[in-house]
């Protein structure tokens, strides 16, 4: 004989079985917070920021030209009269990595256009509806810019290899240029963005960019020694983030004495407090 077939659920398990598939349906997942979930949203705006480098690659061309200028004509011309003290080291060597913080510099120093023409275009103010806090915001454009950097960075050192600049190729050395140079676009374009918060318009932020650049790049130590300087702009110099880039890169790239660790703690402490005051007045920015 056949067995009797199986009783069929009760109507109690039934609705046990559909409440808790309602539960799954209806319960938002657990919000994921910690560091790693600020570290994903900050890689997440630096990647969307470096998406827009697929559709025009011109500036990164155009950009290249003038530290090649600089290292070409500047670079040779004072490597020939030997106008300036640098101990010892061709003078050409000792500018290639003040040309490198410089033309990161330029990069950064007018990335507050780019946020000024979100805000115009809409697009700033649905970020800031977004969860994701505003200093990851911030800091994901900071990053971008860095990365932007490396590429006129790579632009210098192939130059000033061709050249004959003797720079170490140790990777360790490399990676602490990547370094040096992200932080310090990071803080250029912060203060760029910290600019754009304040004056609120692309016109104006062009042109107090324009009358900074030049002073930030002359009173660092990118050009010559701090030692020959006035006293005054020594004062200056020591207060420049600029400075400190630079002394960090012409130690790892051409083995010169350095304070690295002074110099890296400067450039982490003025990132830190350029994703701080750009973060205070994003707000403003899009009212």
Same mark, same amino acid.
Request: glycine fraction near 8%; include cysteine.
């Given at each position: 004989?056949?067995?009797?077939?199986?009783?069929?659920?009760?109507?109690?398990?039934?609705?046990?079985?559909?409440?808790?598939?309602?539960?799954?349906?209806?319960?938002?997942?657990?919000?994921?917070?910690?560091?790693?979930?600020?570290?994903?949203?900050?890689?997440?705006?630096?990647?969307?920021?470096?998406?827009?480098?697929?559709?025009?690659?011109?500036?990164?061309?155009?950009?290249?030209?003038?530290?090649?200028?600089?290292?070409?004509?500047?670079?040779?011309?004072?490597?020939?009269?030997?106008?300036?003290?640098?101990?010892?080291?061709?003078?050409?060597?000792?500018?290639?990595?003040?040309?490198?913080?410089?033309?990161?510099?330029?990069?950064?120093?007018?990335?507050?256009?780019?946020?000024?023409?979100?805000?115009?275009?809409?697009? *700033?103010?649905? /970020? @800031?509806?977004?969860?994701?806090?505003?200093? =990851? $915001?911030?800091?994901?454009?900071?990053? %971008? +810019?860095? &990365?932007?950097?490396?590429?006129?960075?790579?632009?210098?050192?192939?130059?000033?290899?061709?050249?004959?600049?003797?720079?170490?190729?140790?990777?360790?050395?490399?990676?602490?240029?990547?370094?040096?140079?992200?932080?310090?676009?990071?803080?250029?374009?912060?203060?760029?963005?910290?600019?754009?918060?304040?004056?609120?318009?692309?016109?104006?932020?062009?042109?107090?960019?324009?009358?900074?650049?030049?002073?930030?790049?002359?009173?660092?130590?990118?050009?010559?020694?701090?030692?020959?300087?006035?006293?005054?702009?020594?004062?200056?110099?020591?207060?420049?983030?600029?400075?400190?880039?630079?002394?960090? *890169?012409?130690? /790892? @790239?051409?083995?010169?004495?350095?304070?690295? =660790? $002074?110099?890296?703690?400067?450039?982490? %402490? +003025?990132? &830190?407090?350029?994703?701080?005051?750009?973060?205070?007045?994003?707000?403003?920015?899009?009212?």
């Amino acid at each position: 004989m056949s067995e009797a077939p199986a009783a069929p659920p009760t109507a109690s398990a039934d609705a046990r079985h559909d409440a808790g598939q309602l539960d799954l349906l209806l319960a938002p997942p657990r919000a994921r917070t910690g560091w790693r979930v600020l570290l994903a949203r900050v890689l997440a705006m630096c990647v969307v920021e470096l998406q827009k480098l697929r559709h025009d690659r011109t500036e990164l061309y155009t950009r290249a030209v003038q530290p090649a200028l600089w290292l070409l004509v500047f670079g040779e011309t004072f490597n020939r009269i030997k106008a300036i003290p640098t101990g010892g080291t061709p003078y050409i060597d000792y500018l290639a990595p003040g040309i490198i913080a410089q033309s990161a510099m330029f990069i950064a120093i007018f990335y507050g256009i780019m946020i000024i023409w979100e805000r115009d275009a809409g697009i *700033l103010t649905k /970020l @800031l509806v977004t969860p994701t806090p505003r200093a =990851a $915001l911030i800091a994901g454009k900071a990053f %971008a +810019a860095g &990365v932007k950097a490396l590429v006129q960075a790579v632009v210098v050192i192939v130059i000033a290899a061709l050249l004959g600049v003797a720079m170490t190729w140790n990777p360790l050395r490399l990676l602490g240029v990547v370094v040096a140079v992200v932080l310090g676009s990071a803080f250029f374009s912060c203060l760029s963005m910290t600019i754009a918060g304040i004056v609120l318009t692309r016109d104006r932020l062009m042109g107090i960019g324009q009358a900074i650049t030049m002073p930030l790049f002359f009173a660092s130590n990118a050009l010559y020694p701090v030692a020959i300087m006035p006293g005054w702009l020594q004062t200056v110099s020591r207060i420049n983030p600029l400075s400190y880039q630079v002394d960090a *890169l012409r130690g /790892l @790239l051409l083995g010169t004495h350095a304070h690295l =660790a $002074l110099d890296y703690a400067v450039l982490v %402490a +003025a990132a &830190v407090a350029g994703i701080a005051a750009a973060s205070s007045l994003l707000g403003r920015l899009a009212r």
